[in-house]
């Protein structure tokens, strides 16, 4: 194949996904600026003639006193400090697996490698038994704990320091009279910053989505998420409920893509490094 049709074929391809991938965004937005009435009679793909997105907007965040506000907040606690304290605990595990040398250092890791192939949604029903025992049930540690754990992380966090963080580096520290916590706060941290920004982005985005451990393990809905919150509305019979639905998932998804784009530069630093190492 001549090298002209091939990098069209390529573009094509490219293309072909990015449409794929952007169509239901653009089907998003365009559904958040109809009313109630435009939304089923007129071009999914288009605008109506009315644009309504100021009142979609207002109607969403005025709903029940604002409820959809609050879940959005406890939506931003739940990724926040989960992602955050993943992002730590799986720097610190990768770290400790892959510069200290200690018996059955190697079953430790195969079983969380081993565990990153588990879909989330088998270990919903045993923490369920294990908060009720704990009385946590409809409380914020229901989601938060599980939140902190991350064995995409600590893969991720160990495969990185063991090429990134130099054993050089960590033996002149501790000549300098530098502690271990020291070292790793200081030190290590800092030159895994790379693959720790993935890792948060990664937490970030699997917390905000989650809907199943929420559904079960909280039963008021001033803690929902908002994933949960709008589920619970659009059960609701009401042909309204569909542009309030509709809204809430168009303003759910915009931080998300905030994230993307401002940790977008790290990303790409840190899928560059790891090039270089293989």
Do not use: C, H
Request: aromatic residues 14%; charged residues 10%; without cysteine.
């Amino acid at each position: 194949m001549p090298a002209i049709a091939r990098t069209l074929l390529i573009r094509a391809a490219l293309l072909l996904g990015a449409v794929y991938f952007l169509l239901p965004i653009w089907w998003l937005v365009v559904s958040a600026t109809k009313s109630s009435t435009e939304l089923f009679g007129t071009p999914p793909l288009w605008f109506g003639g009315r644009f309504a997105l100021v009142d979609n907007l207002q109607a969403i965040l005025t709903t029940q006193d604002g409820l959809f506000v609050r879940w959005l907040l406890n939506t931003f606690l739940y990724a926040g400090v989960g992602a955050v304290g993943a992002t730590v605990l799986s720097a610190a595990a990768g770290y400790v697996l892959s510069k200290y040398r200690f018996r059955g250092r190697e079953a430790i890791f195969f079983g969380i490698l081993a565990s990153v192939l588990l879909p989330a949604a088998l270990l919903v029903m045993p923490l369920y038994l294990l908060f009720s025992q704990l009385g946590l049930i409809n409380t914020i540690w229901a989601v938060l704990i599980p939140s902190l754990v991350s064995p995409f992380g600590v893969f991720l966090s160990r495969i990185y320091a063991q090429d990134s963080v130099s054993d050089d580096l960590l033996a002149a520290a501790r000549i300098d009279g530098a502690g271990e916590i020291r070292i790793f706060f200081t030190i290590a941290l800092r030159i895994m910053s790379p693959a720790l920004v993935t890792v948060f982005l990664f937490s970030f985005v699997g917390i905000w989505n989650n809907f199943f451990l929420p559904m079960v393990t909280l039963t008021d809905n001033s803690l929902w998420p908002v994933t949960l919150g709008l589920f619970f509305l659009n059960s609701q019979p009401s042909q309204m409920n569909y542009n309030l639905v509709i809204t809430g998932a168009l303003l759910s998804t915009l931080p998300l893509i905030a994230a993307f784009f401002g940790l977008q530069k790290f990303w790409r630093a840190d899928l560059s490094a790891g090039a270089m190492k293989m």
